[in-house]
Every structure is written in structure tokens, then in C-alpha cells.
Nanobody, 120 residues
Framework: QLQLVESGGGLVQPGGSLRLSCAAS????????MGWYRQAPGKQRELVATITSGGITNYADSVKGRFTISRDNIKYEVYLQMNSLKPEDTAVYYC??????????????WGQGTQVTVSS
């Protein structure tokens, strides 16, 4: 089991940038693909970016070209660099290990998430 702690959210103006971080509790982090999810008020959770243990990335169309996922297998951390932010990116962001990139099911218990608010 991994404990996951997200950080780095905040309030940013449209067009701005944020970098989210997710710290994992143990070395098994290295063998799992990881993903960033988000959930906006009244909407279902969605998977926006994934990265395999070897660094292959995949993005939802809504964030492609604006968000970049990366990981540090020494520090047991995964990151989400978010550029050109839009109001529709407003959500609570979570990290986890996806069961499959076609679903929002995840392997580990959810952390508390980090709130991202994009507003002028």
C-alpha cells in the first residue's frame, strides 16, 4: 500500500501556471504507472495524465499540450506542470496509480488532493 500526499495547488489567473507534486510513501512507487486525476464540483473524477514506470506519458485531450507529467523514482514523487491554465481546469487534483488508463479506477487509497482554482 502507498500513501499519497498531493501539494502545490492554489489560486491562479487564466493563462497562468502551477506545478503540482505528489509524494509517495515507499519504494514500490517505482514499479507503478502513476496518474493525475481531477474532480470538479458536480462532475465525475477524470484521469488527465499518466506516466509509466519507464517514463512514457499519455494525456487527456483536454490538457494535451498544456500539462506535463513527470516523475522522480529516487524521491518517489510525481509532478504535474500545468501551463496556460483555463477556468475549466478548476478542480481538486489527485495522484494515484491507475488500474487502467481507460477508467478512473485506481489501485491505492486516495489522498486529500490539492485544490486548483483558475479565476480572474
Amino acid at each position: 500500500q502507498l500513501q499519497l500526499v498531493e501539494s502545490g495547488g492554489g489560486l491562479v489567473q487564466p493563462g497562468g501556471s502551477l506545478r503540482l507534486s505528489c509524494a509517495a510513501s515507499g519504494s514500490i512507487f517505482r514499479i507503478y504507472a502513476m496518474g493525475w486525476y481531477r474532480q470538479a464540483p458536480g462532475k465525475q473524477r477524470e484521469l488527465v495524465a499518466t506516466i509509466t514506470s519507464g517514463g512514457i506519458t499519455n494525456y487527456a485531450d483536454s490538457v494535451k499540450g498544456r500539462f506535463t507529467i513527470s516523475r522522480d523514482n529516487i524521491k518517489y514523487e510525481v509532478y504535474l506542470q500545468m501551463n496556460s491554465l483555463k477556468p475549466e481546469d478548476t478542480a481538486v487534483y489527485y495522484c494515484n496509480a491507475p488500474v487502467d488508463i481507460s477508467t478512473v479506477q485506481a489501485i491505492f487509497s486516495w489522498g486529500q488532493g490539492t485544490q486548483v482554482t483558475v479565476s480572474s
